[in-house]
Structures are given as C-alpha cells and as structure tokens.
Nanobody, 121 residues
Framework: QVQLLESGGGLVQAGGSLGLSCAAS????????MGWYRQAPGNERELVAS???????DYADSVKGRFAISRDNAKNTVYLHMSSLKPEDTAVYYC???????????????WGQGTQVTVSS
C-alpha cells in the first residue's frame, strides 16, 4: 500500500512564500509523474503544477513565474515552492502521484490528504 504524506502549508500574508512537500512511502512501487492540485471552496480541483520523472514541468498559467515544482526521485518526494502568494491562491492543496506497481506493472493515481494554504490580504 502506497501512502502519500503531505507537509507544509499554513497561513501567510500576501506577497509571502510557502513550501509544500509530499513523500510517497511503501514498497514494491515506482512513481511516474507527480503533481500538485488545489481546490478552493465552491471550485473544482485544478492542476497547479506537474513534473515528470525526467524533470519536465508544467504549470497553470495563474502560477507561472511564482511557483516552482521539483522532485527528489531517490526520496519519492515532490516539492512546491510558492512565492509572491496572492489571496486567490488560498485553497486546499493536494499532491498526486502516478504509482506503478512493480509486480503487476499496473498503474493508478494516488492522492494525498490535502493541506490548507491560506493567503491573507
């Protein structure tokens, strides 16, 4: 059973910075793409940033130039550094990992529990 443990998040003033991390644990798996999503009250969950095993990144237009996603493949961990935060960045942030099971070669998406990010104006 693969688990994702998110950390970071919290309350920050507009213009400030915050970092999130998400670590996958378990056995018999590998991780393909990883990403961060967010969901604000009343809104659908949306992609914030994603990163492939090879390090190719993709960002939502709303966060380009302000957020940076990175990963440590040896630790099965993905990071999101958020800077120049705006009140509209306020949301629950979720980590997602594409998990591939070594034994069966099947793949599935695993979600983290979510962490709250609140940006005050």
């Amino acid at each position: 059973q693969v688990q994702l443990l998110e950390s970071g998040g919290g309350l920050v003033q507009a213009g400030g910075s915050l970092g999130l991390s998400c670590a996958a644990s378990g056995s018999g798996f590998s991780i393909n793409a990883m990403g961060w999503y967010r969901q604000a009250p009343g809104n659908e969950r949306e992609l914030v940033a994603s990163i492939t095993v090879g390090g190719r990144t993709d960002y939502a237009d709303s966060v380009k130039g302000r957020f940076a996603i990175s990963r440590d493949n040896a630790k099965n961990t993905v990071y999101l550094h958020m800077s120049s935060l705006k009140p509209e960045d306020t949301a629950v942030y979720y980590c997602k990992a594409e998990v591939r099971l070594v034994r069966s070669l099947s793949s599935y998406n695993k979600w983290g529990q979510g962490t709250q990010v609140t940006v005050s104006s």
